[in-house]
């Protein structure tokens, strides 16, 4: 039940961290299944992950990804093998279509990462229930000054109302991360603390 806000610099550098994180968990768990869905934010996340494993070599043979964004020429320029990238729909169940298409004895069906955006109308446009609540972690890649309001919201509300994301802090591993304009709409105390902690 913990949703970690990080606040960074600019759309940049929440580009590379995020794009960091991916690239660890790809290494450290060679089996991973991961949903991505990035479309709706300006950071470069995937611009910095390509930059990253070109770097970093991972090893992506037994790698599959959820491609909400259908980006499946980007994941093969990548190394992930044609096969294990698969178009998914926004309301798709994950677990039920992990287990139809891509479950194997190594990865065991898992869904591990979800990594994904929210719109300036505040729509995560993948489904909580069926897409996000079965993936061990999430995260959250808010950036600009136009989505503070978002963040204000996200960071107050208790999924007790119809602001849908907040419905995630029932999730029990989110990572939220911000530039310091969408971190605007953080009380001011709360900002210092995710900003001085991780500087």
């Excluded at 990080?6 to 299944?33: C, G, M, S």
């Excluded at 070599?57 to 980007?74: G, H, P």
């Excluded at 990865?107 to 955006?117: D, E, P, Y």
């Excluded at 007790?160 to 939220?176: C, G, I």
């Amino acid at each position: 039940m913990a949703m970690n806000f990080k606040v960074l610099e600019n759309e940049r550098i929440v580009a590379e961290y995020a794009a960091d994180i991916l690239r660890k968990q790809f290494n450290n768990n060679p089996t991973t299944i991961a949903g991505v869905h990035l479309s709706n934010d300006n950071a470069p996340v995937l611009d910095e992950l390509k930059k990253n494993i070109d770097n970093n070599a991972v090893d992506f043979s037994q790698i599959n990804i959820l491609d909400y964004d259908s980006n499946k020429s980007y994941f093969e320029a990548l190394g992930v093998p044609e096969g294990q990238i698969y178009g998914i729909s926004y309301g798709e169940d994950t677990e039920s279509f992990i287990s139809d298409k891509i479950k194997t004895k190594e990865n065991k069906g898992k869904l591990i990462t979800q990594i994904l955006s929210i719109d300036t109308n505040s729509r995560l446009n993948v489904s909580i229930n069926h897409g996000l609540f079965s993936a061990r972690e999430v995260i959250l890649v808010i950036t600009g000054s136009e989505k503070k309001d978002i963040v204000h919201k996200l960071y107050e509300e208790n999924g007790k109302t119809s602001f849908e994301p907040a419905d995630l802090k029932a999730h029990r591993m989110v990572n939220v991360i911000l530039d310091e304009a969408a971190a605007e709409g953080l009380p001011e105390d709360v900002r210092h603390y995710f900003t001085a902690r991780f500087a």
